[in-house]
């Protein structure tokens, strides 16, 4: 799942944490976020936007159902 930090030009890709429910870790990062780095939801949340629609599904998964509610 790719982010961009909202505040800079930095994409980081993360995956779930094997270990920690609820924690993702970096798998592409750079010299200010480095490989390895462990992120809870909150800070993505905070922090960065998603760049690919997997990580839009992962902040966001209502989305759909809020966007286009169903039709009676």
């Known amino acids: 799942m790719k982010f961009n ?14 270990n920690s429910p609820g924690m ?5 990062g750079n010299e ?6 462990v992120l809870s939801m909150e800070t993505i949340n905070k922090y960065f936007t998603p760049v690919d629609g997997e990580a839009l599904e992962l902040v966001d998964p209502d ?9 009676i």
């Not at 930090?5 to 094997?18: E, M, N, S, T």
């Not at 989305?63 to 039709?71: A, G, K, S, T, Y």
Request: charged letters at 25%; a positive charge; glycine letters at 6%.
């Open 63 to 71: 989305r759909n159902e809020r966007l286009c509610p169903p039709i």
């Open 32 to 37: 200010w976020l480095p490989v390895g780095y």
């Open 24 to 28: 993702y870790r970096i798998i592409r």
């Open 5 to 18: 930090l909202k505040r800079g030009f930095c994409q980081v890709i993360i995956v779930k944490h094997p």
